[in-house]
């Protein structure tokens, strides 16, 4: 691998994509603050995205992509720190379910987040320092604030789908309840309309292992030269076991021993799920920002569209949107009631919904990974709603084995 | 709470029992070593326990409880260093399902410990200092081999009963196992015949959280006067959401708020669950030594029967013991298909065994806490086995309401 770069390389590309993303970026000026749930507002701030195909001319087929925790604006084209191709180029890309051949995909960065919309790694214009603890907390709601803010900025009024899965079925559930005649069609998937008690838990662990790491530095290792990888590996491997099923995980790696062939009666990682493990969190500290696992992750614990409505059904009264609300049967992490929920508002509202259960033993990460149900179920909603919408046919359609042609790699969320 | 002793009270108070435990201790000689499946020994060594009752004039009538992973001696008396209640006085006491006022009770702490049996936090005897890692590293087996070692010594051949949950459960199977015709019968509950990936994989979190705390000093923290305390807290918050069940989380704190009326856009403990948690996480700290839970998290690692024995079946080839598997509807961590494997593998040894699925909604911790259904079906199977086993009758009845009648606290596991 000797192409791929070194970690503290890995780590200055991701600090500087914080604060100069590579992709393209909507900056609002001053005068132009972005409103807050908590009460504050952030002025300058930035947003940044790709976007992918061509808006046509009645601006009619744009659709948004929302990334899940740990994602960025790359659904569907190389990172530019890791090197690695998007995150969901099984989803989106020419001739796939998103088929961009077709539509105007946007995909931005959530705000918290670290790949160059305004968050903790920012820097805070006020003291020209990173942002730190000093970026006020956010919420679901001011991710798609800003989300909306960079629509409005692209001149478009009302996005024929938005798509996403996990936090990004969060933000799905919330555009179609904030903004509902701005949505035509909504893709919520691996979601709920709120975060359990058991994952706010997770959340928490999280939390406290970053916290705990001396490095962290009360959240301003950035001004101190220091990096919390300790703490956050930590966290990342917690989450990790989450986004597995049971099952895959003894399919993957059962007991089986790592390069060795007995068992060594210490404290190295001798079972494969140990170094997989232990794998997943060392990467991870190399692409991603502490203090935003902090933020966003506070923002999926704040997430209750039933509290800021009064109830589920009110989050989506009237509405005109037609849903797509998917689930699979071994996500343990949102598993298929919550998705219920969902759908039984949806019902109470009179909503047009329909609701798939995917069969998958590959636990929550299903949605980010090669299983032809969902490309297949989603294909044939985002098909429906632009005939709908009276969207144009694309051209002429490709291999019908497209959607599980490419090869899994997995595991970001 | 004023007469609760302090934190650093009872962390003194913890350190104390390590060595020099209150409860009974059976002490080997240099010349008595404990031959480890690593391929070490030590020596000398100890065995702290406890026990409760009378043992008979034929010496049949002992019961071994078998403590989880963070359990100790105190099954049915004091906690010297807590002040709380045993940790299964439901079970085990006079007109308890283990019914003292019949059986001669014995529950020891197991080796690796941190409660008076050899383990990292006792001295070794080479250097005078606390082993730390240079504690060899023990199995299952190993704390099983001790337990035979102390049964010996109180001069009684055959248990009439080996009981315990979780890795307790793990103990039970052990036993049956490795001395068949010293166990009457074995009541293993919400336990596994080997750990799963996913629990290997929490473990292993727990045991990164423990050494990425700079306090833990390479495990050589008592040495140099520290306390890896957060470390340790988090690694024990994210154990604790895998005793519960999601519903039990929802049931108990859903999304309720801890002592405020609103969220506070910030990273303090906004939820009760993650009140609880932390509450959880730092009492533990107080009670238990960081190298024992590294220490006993690999021993359970590494526990698999089939593994040792080439099959399941042959570990339990042509047993005599009578077994009660015993699982709950909620347990995620050790979950019904787990004990549905023990059982068939028992039945393919032609073995006498009943298998019972408790419904309960509280998860793996169900079999610390007040499920009448438990209690009911091991008095009922425990009696049964007495009268198989010709042990006299106890006195007269207690009243039938018994087994509901002590209040909850649960939380150990």
Known sequence: MADEPSAPTLHALSRSQAVDPSSQVARFGADEPLELDCGKAIAPWQIAYETYGTLNADKSNAVLICHALTGDQYVASVNPVTGKPGWWERMVGPGCPVDTDKYFVICSNVLGGCMGTSGPASL???????????????????????????????????LFAVVGGSMGGMQVLQWAASYPERVFAAVPIATGARHSSQNIAFHEVGRQAIMADPDWCDGAYIEAGKRPVKGLAVARMAAHITYMSDS??????????????????????????????????????????????????????????????????????????????MSFTSDWLFPTSESRMIVKALNAAAANVSFVEVDSDRGHDAFLLDVPEMFSTIRGFITGAARARGIPAPGPARPAAADAAQTATGGAD
Do not use: W
């Open 124 to 158: 805070n214009p006020e003291t020209g320092e990173p942002y730190a603890l000093t970026m006020p907390v956010v919420t679901i709601r001011d991710m798609v604030r800003a989300q909306a803010r960079l629509v409005d900025r692209l001149g478009i009024d009302t």
């Open 248 to 325: 895959s995980l003894h399919r993957k790696f059962g007991r089986n021993l790592q390069d060795r062939d007995d068992l060594t009666f210490g404290f190295d990682a001798d079972f494969q799920i140990e170094s997989y493990l232990r794998h997943q969190g060392m990467t991870f500290v190399d692409r991603f920002d502490a203090n935003s696992y902090l933020y966003v992750t506070r923002a999926m614990d704040y997430f209750d569209l039933a509290a800021e409505f009064g109830s589920l059904p009110l989050a989506f009264h009237d509405t005109k949107t037609r849903f797509c609300v």
